[in-house]
């Protein structure tokens, strides 16, 4: 309560301006938890000049390498605009086929999701996180 009470003239301001894109950008901190060992994977969405979406969570699980942690971050950061840009299409804010730009600072990650030659030295990543292949 002491939080809401000192934060409560807080905001976002979003400006009246014709261009409304979406763009992302997302960080891993690959094993950034002592105890566990698991990575924390976070991302925020921006539309215009403001913030829409955004998170900061731990991996469900512990990846062998920072490529590892930071393309199950790329493919949740995915997840997250596939579903945003299903809600601004539904309330006529951008077009279903409008790009988005998801910023990374992973260059193994980037990469991997652009290249779609499967590596040997890739294997111990899921097969599942491979769909972001087709999203880019």
Known sequence: ???IKTTVHYGLFYEARKDMHVYGYRDVDWVGSAYDKRSTNG???SLG???VSWSSKKQPIVAL???EAEYRGAA???CEVMWLKKLLDDVRLLHSDMRVVILCDNMSSIQLASNLVYHARTKHIEVYYHFIKEKV
């Open 76 to 78: 949740i950061a995915v």
């Open 1 to 3: 309560m002491r939080y």
């Open 65 to 67: 390498s920072t490529t």
């Open 43 to 45: 991302y925020v969405f």
């Open 49 to 51: 000049s403001g913030g």
